[in-house]
């Protein structure tokens, strides 16, 4: 930043602490807020939120029954909990304020929102009913209020994931598990339901490339192995002898341990014991989805416009890449959930990158004064932990682009959470705060089922009905 005085310097007063303002509540947000705390102590910070509820991926994303990864809310409560943070939930940029309202009130900006789309299913049929991205069926089963009625019609035998990365891997064990195994998880009320209820008995995760090239991580894979009701189905010709090719050594040693637990599958007769089956397809690309007049199979009468089969083409591998063979063939299914990545929300007057599909942004600094965390500024990749880095790299810019430093004599000029309260109250924005989250957290606890850690509430109003005090966690709004 320059060197020149600030508006309060050189009106004489003592700079106010440097005011930040982090949007997003996710792990990149608050990963970013405890580095912030760190780097420079005199920093105020406001965590600004869409939803009610803090934690992002944590509550919307990270699969209900994995609910050891939560564990790390607890450290974004104490940061949230710190007196120089501020968390301001129901407050979604471009529709209560403006980023560029945001910039004038606040010395820093920090962008963490996110990756909140699903990157786009570019086949034919895509736009039948029954096709989901996987950013909106998770977000249906995890109860992220704008899925909570997403209503997938689960009435079909067979269902196909596209994808072969973790949220594919996520997914498919979601709709396989018993609602014994999922006892001790916060699988939505509505999901937990309509998934008990399907006549679902066989998954189908399919990768366009090999069992080399897939991106589950082993102890994802490793867990399909060991369902109560659900065999996981490969078959051997699909997997390759070993693992060749170049390829980084982190990539090989995943391969390697991938590829030895498939051949597990491969060679364990699937217990017919088991009721459903995942199986695991490999080379084969979707081409397009049928509705049930393409195709006259078990789903044929799910009724017009709604998937009745995913046609896919075997490919095989060229540099690389996922190349067709001209050989087709089809699974009949009324249930096609593609995670096959995530695309940004556009934020006014941000320009987003072609490669990234994130904000255009050089190590996190957009200019100096605005900067982006998380899957928003690289992509949507790694796992939560990923993001401290991230966090770390914005403090670091912040401090660098403030060198004098926050609180008295330090180049803080803005007013920070004074403008933002102000310009809120002015538009009647209703605000929930963290210890109105807390209260929220409190009720979804109490009303948990035996050994299940809350009871989540899916709606906006049903959450807000907390706070009024007419409400003690269980839904208003009906379910
Ligand atoms: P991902 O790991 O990048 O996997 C995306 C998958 O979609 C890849 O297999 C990709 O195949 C495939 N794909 C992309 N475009 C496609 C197309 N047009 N047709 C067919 N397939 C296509 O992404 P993700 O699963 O969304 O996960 C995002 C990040 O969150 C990852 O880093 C993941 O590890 C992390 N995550 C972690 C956990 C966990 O630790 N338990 C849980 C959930 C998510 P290609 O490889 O051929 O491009």
Redesign the pocket.
């Known amino acids: 930043m320059s060197a020149e005085p600030t508006k309060s310097q050189a009106a004489g007063q003592a700079p106010g602490p440097l005011a930040v303002a982090i949007v997003g509540a996710g792990p990149s947000g608050f990963y970013a807020a405890a580095a912030l705390l760190k780097a420079l102590p005199g920093v105020e910070i406001d965590i600004i939120e869409a939803l009610p509820t803090p934690f992002g991926l944590i509550r919307g994303?990270?699969?209900p029954d994995?609910q050891s990864?939560k564990r790390v809310a607890r450290a974004f409560a104490r940061t949230a909990r710190d007196p120089r943070v501020h968390f301001h939930g129901n407050v979604e940029l471009d529709r209560d304020l403006s980023l560029a309202e945001l910039r004038a009130a606040y010395d820093a900006v920090v962008l963490a929102v996110g990756m909140a789309r699903d990157?786009d299913?570019?086949i034919a049929g895509a736009g039948l009913a029954g096709v989901f991205g996987?950013a909106a069926f998770v977000g249906w089963y995890n109860g992220h209020p704008d899925f909570r009625d997403l209503d997938p019609g689960l009435d079909t035998a067979a269902a196909c994931v596209?994808?072969?990365?973790?949220?594919?891997i996520?997914v498919a064990r979601v709709l396989v598990k018993t609602a014994e195994e999922m006892a001790d998880s916060d699988l939505a009320d509505h999901a937990a339901r309509a998934i008990q209820a399907a006549p679902l008995r066989d998954v189908y995760l399919?990768?366009?490339?090999g069992p080399v090239?897939?991106?589950f991580?082993n102890k994802?894979l490793t867990e399909m192995g060991a369902l109560a009701d659900c065999a996981a189905v490969v078959d051997p010709a699909l997997l390759p002898a070993e693992v060749s090719g170049p390829m980084p050594e982190r990539d090989r040693r995943l391969a390697e341990k991938n590829l030895a637990t498939l051949k597990g599958f491969a060679e364990a007769a699937p217990s017919s014991a088991k009721a459903k089956r995942v199986h695991f397809l490999f080379n084969a690309?979707?081409v397009a989805v049928l509705g049930p007049d393409a195709l006259l199979g078990p789903d044929a009468a799910l009724g017009e416009g709604r998937c009745a089969a995913l046609r896919l083409e075997k490919t095989r591998l060229e540099d690389g890449r996922?190349v067709g063979t001209g050989a087709f063939f089809e699974i009949p299914c009324g249930l096609v959930v593609?995670?096959?990545?995530?695309r940004m929300a556009p934020i006014e007057g941000l320009a987003l990158d072609s490669a990234t599909g994130g904000i255009a942004n050089r190590d996190g600094r957009v200019d100096p004064g605005l900067y982006v965390a998380g899957w928003a500024g690289r992509a949507?990749?790694?796992?939560i932990g990923t993001n401290k880095a991230d966090g770390d790299r914005v403090a670091g810019l912040i401090q660098a682009d403030f060198p004098q430093g926050s609180g008295p004599g330090g180049g803080a000029s803005k007013p920070g959470r004074d403008a933002l309260v102000g310009l809120l109250a002015e538009r009647g924005v209703r605000r929930v705060d963290f210890a109105d989250w807390e209260r929220i957290d409190a009720a979804e606890v109490a009303a948990a089922p035996p050994g299940a850690p809350r009871r989540k509430l899916t709606r906006i109003a049903d959450l807000l009905a907390v706070l009024d005090g007419d409400d003690d966690g269980a839904p208003v709004t009906g379910v």
Do not use: M
């Not at 399919?206 to 490339?209: A, L, N, V």
């Not at 593609?338 to 995530?342: D, K, L």
């Not at 949507?380 to 796992?383: A, I, R």
């Open positions: 994303g990270v699969a994995h990864t990157r299913l570019e996987a596209i994808g072969n990365g973790n949220v594919a996520d399919i990768g366009r490339r090239q897939a991106k991580t994802e690309r979707p996922a593609s995670a096959i990545g995530y949507p990749s790694g796992v």
